[in-house]
T-cell receptor, first 113, second 114 residues
Framework: DAGVTQSPTHLIKTRGQHVTLRCSPI?????VSWYQQVLGQGPQFIFQ???????GRGNFPDRFSARQFPNYSSELNVNALLLGDSALYLC????????????FGPGTRLTVT | GENVEQHPSTLSVQEGDSAVIKCTYS??????FPWYKQELGKRPQLIID?????GEKKDQRIAVTLNKTAKHFSLHITETQPEDSAVYFC?????????????FGGGTRVLVKP
């Protein structure tokens, strides 16, 4: 079975631009969560989606949004990029609507210049 | 909201010795406590977890203990090997009708010296 996949692997954007990151969960997993990991820190929770509905939201501005599709894949969108948005964006999938036993994808490294 | 504190931030041990990392959390409603290992440039990997209805769980050389009263849980690695060198993160979830949230500790960089 394939694990969690994310695309793209790396991305370079300019301040003020918009970015879309994509995630495909493990087959059979219905929950996708998004995290931002700044170098040297632990992952920061951004969103959780379960069955296409938002089930949790971290302390991030409204510039961050996400959605989940009928096939349980997910997109994370960030508008009006700031230098501080440069980070590794991780997606994790889990079976149910809780936050237990999450499996992470390889991440997307976003650099904002 | 949940606050998770992790100590120490760095830990250097001799190969074969034990390593212990401790996390404290603030939300008494949290009932699931995972530990992740992240090697340089790689994704976090779930290595062990514990639910609040047990006090200890072991998996080969790693174990996790939970003290619900004191609101802390610890990762124990015995007979450390060089491949145990990595950053370890604890986490604690909040699951409410209003929404879920998972809070990670700041991480512990473990270096196992051969």
């Amino acid at each position: 079975d394939a694990g969690v996949t994310q695309s793209p692997t790396h991305l370079i954007k300019t301040r003020g631009q918009h970015v879309t990151l994509r995630c495909s969960p493990i087959s059979g997993h219905k929950s996708v969560s998004w995290y931002q990991q700044v170098l040297g820190q632990g992952p920061q929770f951004i969103f959780q989606y379960y069955e296409k509905e938002e089930r949790g939201r971290g302390n991030f501005p409204d510039r961050f949004s996400a959605r989940q599709f009928p096939n349980y894949s997910s997109e994370l969108n960030v508008n009006a990029l700031l230098l501080g948005d440069s980070a590794l964006y991780l997606c994790a999938s889990s079976l149910g609507q809780g936050l237990g036993e999450q499996y992470f994808g390889p991440g997307t490294r976003l650099t904002v210049t | 909201g949940e606050n998770v504190e992790q100590h120490p931030s760095t830990l250097s041990v001799q190969e074969g010795d034990s390593a212990v990392i401790k996390c404290t959390y603030s939300d008494s409603a949290s009932n699931y406590f995972p530990w992740y290992k992240q090697e340089l440039g790689k994704r976090p990997q779930l290595i062990i977890d514990i639910r609040s209805n047990v006090g200890e769980k072991k998996d080969q050389r790693i174990a996790v203990t939970l003290n619900k009263t004191a609101k802390h849980f610890s990762l124990h690695i015995t007979e450390t090997q060089p491949e145990d060198s990595a950053v370890y993160f604890c986490a604690a979830p909040q699951e409410y009708a209003a929404g879920n949230k998972l809070t990670f500790g700041g991480g512990t960089r473990v270096l196992v010296k051969p």
